[in-house]
């Protein structure tokens, strides 16, 4: 992966928020926006597109009677995440001199 070629997935700071949210397991709606400082409008926005791109999946419950929605990271959105990083730090091992 080259910086000219980053995927879209990782040209918004909060979608970057989002995917690292999900590094560490599967989060709640509410938790993502917790965790982000985002508004409910742009975070499920964002949390669409990136569903829509297969870099994470959603799941839709009933817990006390109230739904809720839980993300997690799909394969190829830990794999390209994954990808994305090394990329980040091939570019500062090649910046210094």
């Known amino acids: 992966m080259e910086i000219q070629s ?3 997935a990782f040209q918004t700071k909060l979608r ?6 999900l590094l ?3 989060q709640s709606f509410k938790e993502l926006k917790e965790i982000t400082a985002s508004t409910d409008g742009n ?3 964002q949390l669409l597109k990136l569903e829509d791109m297969g870099y994470l999946v959603s799941k839709k419950e ?3 009677r109230k739904p809720r929605t839980s993300y997690r990271l799909t394969e190829f ?3 390209t995440f994954k990808e994305y990083v090394q ?3 091939d570019l500062l091992k090649n ?3």
């Open 6 to 8: 980053i995927p879209e």
């Open 87 to 89: 990329m980040l730090e």
């Open 24 to 26: 560490s397991g599967e």
């Open 43 to 45: 975070l499920g926005a």
């Open 62 to 64: 009933f817990v006390n």
């Open 95 to 97: 910046s210094q001199c």
């Open 16 to 21: 970057v928020s989002i995917l690292s949210a």
């Open 77 to 79: 959105g830990i794999t």
